[in-house]
């Protein structure tokens, strides 16, 4: 098993340009997340997934867009690059089983937006 | 509002010695609780977790214990060891009927000296 696999690893991006920041997990989990990691902080949430065709807005959504066509992929997008989205993006995915909470993560792209 | 907070950012301890790091919590609907590590360049890594119904999991060198009435977790290495050297963060989740969704804190760096 991979687990979670991000790509790319490193991406810089000039103000107004767009890019979809892609994820996919190999663990037939059916919940998926994206979190951003700024500097010093802790891990926030920005969209998540139940399961294919369902999304929803976690705590910072703002300039991204998600979509869910497969339990396996979970890509996120942002369509104007803005300096504030210079950040560390990590993917995970959970199980459906009752119980068990603990969320799989990914390694991570990092972005620049200059 | 921050929902779960870590208020040391940082914790030097000498190897074999006790890491105790703290995490506070003011959501009272949280059922679970997990610690993750996170190397740098790296996604963060699940180390332990417990459940609202039990006040202590114990995993090897590592043990977290939950006080619900004060809203406080804590988790203990021991004996501390140099690969041991990562930022820790606390998490919490409402389970399955939210989402399996994770609040963070903001992290504490440990740092084993050998």
């Known amino acids: 098993n991979a687990g979670v696999t991000q790509t790319p690893k490193f991406r810089i991006l000039k103000i107004g340009q767009s890019m979809t920041l892609q994820c996919t997990q190999d663990m037939n989990h059916n919940y998926m997340y994206w979190y951003r990691q700024d500097p010093g902080m802790g891990l926030k949430l920005i969209y998540y997934?139940?399961?294919?065709?369902?999304?929803d807005k976690g705590e910072v959504p703002n300039g991204y867009n998600v979509s869910r066509s497969t339990t396996e992929d979970f890509p996120l997008r942002l369509e104007l690059a803005a300096p504030s989205q210079t950040s560390v993006y990590f993917c995970?995915?959970?199980?459906?089983?009752?119980?068990?909470?603990?969320?799989?993560f990914g390694p991570g792209t990092r972005l620049t937006v200059t | 509002d921050q929902q779960v907070k870590q208020n040391s950012p940082s914790l030097s301890v000498q190897e074999g010695r006790i890491s105790i790091l703290n995490c506070d919590y003011t959501?009272?609907?949280?059922?679970?609780f997990l610690w993750y590590k996170k190397y740098p360049a790296e996604g963060p890594t699940f180390l332990i977790s417990i459940s609202s119904i039990k006040d202590k999991n114990e995993d090897g060198r590592f043990t977290v214990f939950l006080n619900k009435s004060a809203k406080h977790l804590s988790l203990h290495i021991v004996p501390s060891q140099p690969g041991d050297s990562a930022v820790y963060f606390c998490a919490a989740s409402a389970g399955l009927r939210a989402g399996n969704k994770l609040t963070f804190g903001g992290g504490t760096r440990v740092l084993v000296k050998p």
């Open positions: 997934s139940v399961g294919a065709g369902i999304t």
């Open positions: 995970a995915s959970s199980s459906l089983r009752s119980g068990t909470v603990e969320q799989y």
């Open positions: 959501n009272s609907m949280f059922d679970y």
